[in-house]
């Protein structure tokens, strides 16, 4: 475990196999084989870890969202680059991004405490988040994750839906109402908390900057 946290902990050259092996004074295969284990038990613990609250956990997440003015809210949704070190091997062009960088687009929902309580990840870094919000099982089967009038908040990249509020997007041609801005403001407020839930998690596992991750098929970004 200390190897895998470590390894996941650093950026750059200091997640390098080799740099890894000679700090700890094992082999680079040890590394490897170690890292594999380690992951592969925490994956076998995923239900437990990180599982869609049940109704009575989203009850208590809406009332906590109540008292700032969204009731029935049961968290707050994003999507999140994961930079790649190198160019994917398979599609490559397809995980180039806007930022400049190859990458894999991620969705994350966070309650009021930060805890992530919902990841949908793997796609490639040209995606946009609607298009994972499209894809995944929160649209395609919403009555496994909400009860009636259960939402979660969004920035003005998502598209509304019973169970999505964004911000309001401003349109060509057309500035945002009063009522409109009012509430992007109180809305922009609340979500920061998907963003620092996302800062806290890239600043402690450093090897998100960076992915040392070969993409050569599907397989690989499971």
């Keep these: 475990m200390m190897v895998t946290l470590k390894r996941l902990g650093c950026f750059g050259n200091g997640a390098s196999v080799g740099m890894l092996a000679t700090f700890f004074r094992i082999a680079e295969g040890t590394v490897e ?23 009575v956990v989203r009850e208590e997440i809406s009332a906590g969202f109540k008292d700032v003015g969204f009731d029935q809210c049961v968290g707050l949704i994003d999507g999140t680059l994961i930079v790649l070190s190198t160019k994917p091997e398979q599609d490559g062009p397809n995980y180039y991004n806007c930022k400049g960088t190859y990458g894999i687009v991620t969705l994350m929902i966070c309650d009021q405490q930060l805890n ?42 998502f598209v509304p839906t019973p169970n999505i509020v964004p911000a309001f997007k401003q349109q060509r041609n057309r500035d945002l109402t009063e009522m409109e801005h009012s509430f992007n403001c109180h809305i922009s407020g609340v979500r920061v908390g998907i963003k620092n839930c996302i800062g806290l998690l890239k600043n402690r596992f450093q090897s998100l900057r960076g992915l040392r991750l070969r993409v050569s098929g599907k397989r690989d970004l499971i």
């Design 116 to 157: 992530i309580r919902y990841l949908y990840t793997g796609w490639p870094g040209c995606s946009h988040d609607q298009r994972l919000m499209t894809n995944c099982g929160l649209t395609n089967s919403p009555n496994d994750f909400f009860s009636s009038g259960e939402y979660l908040l969004a920035d003005s990249a």
């Design 33 to 55: 084989l170690y890292t594999n284990q380690c992951i592969t038990a925490i994956l076998a613990l995923k239900p437990q870890l990180l599982a869609w609250p049940d109704r």
